[in-house]
């Protein structure tokens, strides 16, 4: 049940933008998302939970689509800042609270 | 607010011996996971504690990893006999309470199996 991200990487040059998509074949009811630097623990980035709210940093969005089960990372003008790998972590909608799983991540990298 | 504390930072042993990890949540988290991850990957979630009981320990290995809580705070993640497949980073992360609250993440010890 580990949850689908795409594209595996990117490549960005500085401002221009990124998606980042999630997608999992179970019924869900939150994602996260967390930034991971070389040689860093995982950041967090945003919750999106089912019924629309959301909990994250004000220069960060994403969008969480429940029917298609998927959700949406939104990097716009992008700084070398952003560089690094994005994961989504996924709750499936039956087991509140519990069996959360990482996607495989996607490498963002932001050149100058 | 002080962070997850995680030690040691790094851990070099031999495949068969025992090794130990420890990690000390935010203080008032109810939530206590530890993970594994192999370089490359995402992080796995071995096992989820919400105050000093067990959530999840679905992917944990029970046949060679253990792992307690204590009084709800504190947690050690126990390794024994290691195999060369368990190097990887172990990392520790608390929340406030599961689901719905960010996972603040500790340093990582860094394991590596010889």
């Known amino acids: 049940q580990q949850p689908v991200q795409s594209p595996q990487a990117v490549i960005l040059r500085e401002g221009e933008d990124a998606v980042i998509n999630c997608s999992s074949s179970?019924?869900?009811?939150?994602v996260h998302w967390y930034r991971q630097k070389h040689g860093e623990a995982p950041v967090f980035l945003m919750i999106l939970l089912k019924g629309g709210e959301q909990k994250g940093h004000d220069k960060i969005s994403a969008s969480f689509n429940e029917k298609k089960q998927q959700s949406s990372l939104y990097l716009t003008a992008s700084q070398l800042s952003y560089s690094g790998t994005y994961f989504c972590g996924t709750e499936i909608e039956d087991n509140y609270g519990q069996n959360f799983v990482f996607g495989p991540g996607t490498r963002l990298s932001v050149l100058p | 607010e002080a962070g997850v504390a995680q030690s040691p930072r790094y851990k070099i042993i031999e495949k068969r011996q025992s090794v130990a990890f420890w990690c000390n949540p935010i203080?008032?988290?109810?939530?206590l996971y530890w993970y594994q991850q192999i370089l490359g990957q995402g992080p796995k979630l071995l096992i989820q504690?919400?105050?000093?009981?067990?959530?999840?320990d679905s992917q944990l290995p029970k046949d060679r990893f253990s792992a307690e809580r204590l009084k709800g705070v504190d947690s050690t993640l126990k390794i024994q006999p290691a195999k060369l497949e368990d190097s990887a980073v172990y990392l520790c992360?608390?929340?406030?309470?599961?689901?719905?609250?960010?996972?603040?993440f500790g340093d990582g010890t860094r394991l590596s199996i010889l």
């Open positions: 992360a608390s929340s406030l309470d599961r689901g719905v609250e960010p996972q603040h």
């Open positions: 504690f919400q105050n000093n009981g067990v959530v999840d």
């Open positions: 203080s008032g988290h109810a939530t």
């Open positions: 179970k019924a869900l009811y939150s």
